[in-house]
């Protein structure tokens, strides 16, 4: 019997911890090898395994990944927060790092010269221009044709040419550029100084400098950005890029974030966050994209609710009501001291004022009962008593013992008028 409750206690240890792993067994979908999705998750998989977490990668496209997150298929997804407007069933995690979308203008395009959208649209009017975005279906692509769309820039005033996948990353994009001489070049990603520095030095430049900000640029960031594609302006220092890159660039940004079911269990959700945060300088080593990676980052330009997990994870350090207004209550209570002091010194001094006035009225008795003319004497006295009642209703005399004795000063002093008027 003792045998048999030993299996069974150690049968329900090993199941039990079999359950506690496959906690921390998670699905992540990214797009293709090579992107940085898929570095990002290889990095979280790397360094997060000592943690006990054990991911399964599955490579697919952007939009497919999203999907399959939505539906419960697959746990989480490392994806543009722009890879899909409809935020049913998906949760954010935390964004991972910022994704941007550098544009650059043939130096021989008469696009060179324009200084405005309407400038710009006309000289598209004009003449047929090329542009090349993305390889085809990727969020990438939709992001940039999108941004384009939303400023007036419909596809049938351009010819849209595709960058090749992954696969050809470098090569391909320079073969491309090589052969059509187009007129914009967008690529969306992190800065990749390889391919833009040869890409500048096939005489391409940058659009998108701060010195325009004054003018086309400025309206687009400080409205149309996050109203309609959730972006925020990022600056590229100069020669982020390349050697050739002699000023600050700006760019539209987007985060990309780990998001996951919104069924994705609240305990899993919150360890998670908090795992992948403090392995961020080991993250940083094997990817500098997480350099980016923060908790304070702006909620505005998501397009998912957070997970309730991670937002509590988030304020994990808020103080609470207490320990919010401490140092509040501290100032008030410090007045508070500060105020009472002072009114005690108030109290007291006015207290002193009153404690003189009746010192005079006791040294005016004095004076009038050494006056020899008693009928005029007794005249001063009821003088005098009528002055220190008003003062009294007045306050500006206490009714204390010093005015009690002062009253029977005046009625011994009248009592001895009398008797020497008699």
Same mark, same amino acid.
């Given at each position: 019997m003792r045998f048999t409750s030993i299996i069974f206690l150690l049968t329900a240890i090993l199941f039990l911890g079999a359950c506690s792993e496959h906690n921390k067994k998670l699905t992540i979908t990214t797009y293709l090898p090579g992107s940085d999705s898929h570095n990002a998750a290889l990095a979280i998989k790397e360094v997060l395994?000592?943690?006990?977490?054990?991911?399964? @990668?599955?490579?697919?496209?952007?939009?497919?990944?999203? #999907? *399959?997150?939505?539906?419960?298929?697959?746990?989480?997804? $490392?994806?543009? !927060?722009d890879i899909s407007i409809d935020p049913k069933g998906l949760r954010s995690l935390i964004p991972l790092y910022d994704e941007v979308l550098i544009t650059l203008v043939n130096e021989n395009s008469p696009l060179v010269e324009a200084n405005t959208m309407e400038e710009i649209l006309v000289i598209a009017k004009s003449s047929k221009l090329k542009i090349v975005f993305s390889h085809k279906g990727s969020y990438s692509q939709k992001f940039a044709q999108r941004l384009l769309t939303e400023r007036g820039f419909e596809e049938d005033l351009y010819e849209a040419h595709y960058f090749p996948k992954k696969s050809e990353y470098?090569?391909? %994009?320079?073969?491309?550029?090589?052969?059509? %001489?187009?007129?914009? $070049?967008?690529?969306?990603?992190?800065?990749?100084?390889?391919?833009?520095? %040869?890409?500048?030095?096939?005489g391409y430049l940058f659009r998108n400098k701060v010195s325009q900000l004054d003018n086309l640029e400025a309206s687009y960031f400080s409205s149309f950005a996050l109203k309609m594609v959730r972006s925020f302006p990022v600056i590229i220092p100069a020669y982020t890029t390349s050697i050739k890159q002699t000023e600050a660039v700006v760019a539209p940004g987007l985060f990309a974030s780990l998001i996951s079911n919104k069924n994705l269990d609240d305990e899993i959700a919150y360890d998670l966050v908090r795992d992948i945060i403090r392995a961020q300088p080991e993250l940083i080593r094997?990817?500098? !994209?997480?350099?980016?990676?923060?908790?304070?980052?702006?909620?505005?330009?998501?397009?998912?609710?957070?997970?309730?997990? *991670?937002?509590?994870?988030?304020?994990?350090? #808020?103080?609470?009501?207490?320990?919010?207004? *401490?140092?509040?209550?501290?100032?008030?209570?410090?007045?508070?001291?500060?105020?009472?002091?002072?009114?005690?010194?108030?109290n007291r001094i006015v207290k002193r004022r %009153?404690?003189?006035? @009746?010192?005079?009225?006791?040294?005016?008795?004095?004076?009038?009962?050494?006056?020899?003319?008693?009928?005029?004497?007794?005249e001063q006295l009821m003088a005098l008593e009528t002055k220190a009642l008003e003062q009294l209703v007045d306050e500006k005399l206490a009714a204390d013992s010093s005015f009690v004795v002062f009253m029977q000063q005046l009625s011994q002093a009248r009592l001895e008028l009398n008797q020497k008027i008699k």
């Open positions: 395994a000592d943690d006990g977490w054990d991911f399964t @990668i599955i490579t697919q496209s952007h939009q497919e990944g999203v #999907e *399959a997150v939505r539906n419960g298929d697959i746990d989480l997804a $490392i994806t543009s !927060n470098v090569s391909g %994009k320079i073969e491309l550029v090589q052969l059509e %001489k187009p007129d914009l $070049i967008n690529i969306v990603g992190n800065v990749d100084s390889e391919v833009i520095g %040869k890409l500048m030095d096939l094997h990817n500098s !994209n997480f350099f980016e990676m923060r908790e304070d980052f702006d909620s505005r330009y998501l397009n998912y609710q957070i997970h309730p997990a *991670a937002m509590n994870y988030f304020e994990r350090d #808020e103080p609470g009501f207490f320990e919010r207004y *401490a140092e509040l209550g501290g100032v008030m209570f410090s007045m508070f001291v500060v105020f009472m002091t002072l009114m005690v010194t108030l %009153k404690k003189d006035r @009746i010192d005079v009225y006791y040294l005016e008795v004095l004076e009038i009962r050494k006056n020899e003319n008693y009928q005029q004497a007794m």
